[in-house]
């Protein structure tokens, strides 16, 4: 039966296996009551496949069988670098095809993209300016420069000059604070605050009403940055009649303050609707707005109802 041939196998194994004493290992005979024996190879069918991350973190190995494929590993991270790839060679020139079969053990290599150095902002001049106004920015690194940014708002126009040089004109809506270049190294803020000289007011209510003959009034507020210089208010586009007053009418410095206008219109002004423009200036920084001016009709007077009120 098979038991029999399984004894009888396992007999001549033990047969053919010598011990060799100087070897101090079991070794094949070459024959066997004149039978010839084959060479049987034993092949070991896992391949060790491992990552050199180059001062990366750290990738563990895997075994993988004869023949398969290995699975790409999650990118290693390494401080300033930039992951590219995985290499089959030390010298970094062949990347590794994951749909490769594996038929040895290997070392993969890890590739890093070298940064570029980080831009630095040392100054600029002047230190301050109105929007549209031009400022040179003074610094290293800046080649390849993507964004000029006036405390976070960023430029619309600007040149690099030079690595270490760029001009750049004030963007609008741009606010005090650093001065800050990018570029594909990274982001570069200016130690010290660039002032955008800027004057804006409000004008509370946004509109006034008044009757031929009568008054009204609006309070105008000031906000100044940067300004060194008193501001002055003034109106304009008045309708025929109607005169304007402000209390007072300049604001001294730095800029930042109230004023209260006061319109008196004349018997004679014709009543409708009158756009008035209301402005502020300190040098050459100057603001404006519309407020809507209505006059009003006077109310019809009933003259009976007066007589009976002074009757009674």
């Known amino acids: 039966g098979s038991g029999i041939h399984l004894i009888s196998i396992c007999l001549l194994i033990m047969r053919l296996l010598t011990w060799d004493n100087n070897s101090h290992a079991m070794t094949w005979g070459s024959s066997y009551s004149g039978m010839k024996l084959i060479s049987v190879s034993i092949v070991n069918l896992g391949r060790t496949v491992t990552f050199d991350s180059n001062g990366g973190s750290p990738v563990a190995a895997q075994t993988v069988t004869y023949g398969d494929t290995v699975s790409k590993p999650t990118d290693p991270t390494k401080s300033g670098y930039t992951f590219t790839g995985w290499f089959s060679d030390a010298a970094l020139n062949t990347e590794y095809d994951f749909a490769a079969h594996v038929t040895a053990n290997i070392t993969l290599y890890a590739k890093w993209k070298t940064p570029l150095p980080k831009p630095t902002v040392t100054s600029f001049t002047p230190t301050s300016g109105i929007v549209g106004s031009t400022v040179t920015i003074t610094g290293t690194n800046f080649t390849g420069a993507t964004e000029v940014r006036f405390n976070d708002v960023q430029a619309i126009a600007y040149t690099v000059v030079s690595p270490t040089k760029i001009t750049v004109t004030v963007p609008s809506e741009a606010t005090s604070g650093p001065i800050s270049v990018v570029t594909p190294g990274g982001t570069g803020a200016s130690p010290d605050k660039f002032t955008v000289i800027s004057l804006k007011f409000t004008v509370s209510p946004p509109s006034v009403s008044l009757?031929?003959?009568?008054?009204?009034?609006?309070?105008?507020?000031?906000?100044?940055?940067?300004?060194?210089?008193?501001?002055?208010?003034?109106?304009?586009?008045?309708?025929?009649?109607?005169?304007?007053?402000?209390?007072?009418?300049?604001?001294?410095?730095?800029?930042?303050?109230?004023?209260?206008?006061?319109?008196?219109?004349?018997?004679?002004?014709?009543?409708?609707?009158?756009?008035?423009?209301?402005?502020?200036?300190?040098?050459?920084?100057?603001?404006?707005?519309?407020?809507?001016?209505?006059?009003?009709?006077?109310?019809d007077i009933d003259a009976s109802a007066i007589l009976q009120l002074l009757i009674d």
């Open 211 to 299: 009757p031929p003959g009568g008054t009204g009034s609006v309070t105008v507020k000031t906000i100044a940055e940067g300004v060194i210089n008193a501001v002055t208010l003034s109106v304009s586009n008045l309708p025929p009649g109607v005169t304007a007053t402000f209390t007072p009418q300049t604001i001294p410095a730095p800029g930042s303050g109230q004023s209260i206008l006061t319109f008196t219109a004349a018997s004679s002004v014709v009543t409708g609707y009158y756009p008035v423009t209301v402005a502020a200036t300190s040098g050459t920084v100057s603001a404006k707005t519309q407020i809507d001016m209505i006059i009003t009709a006077l109310p």
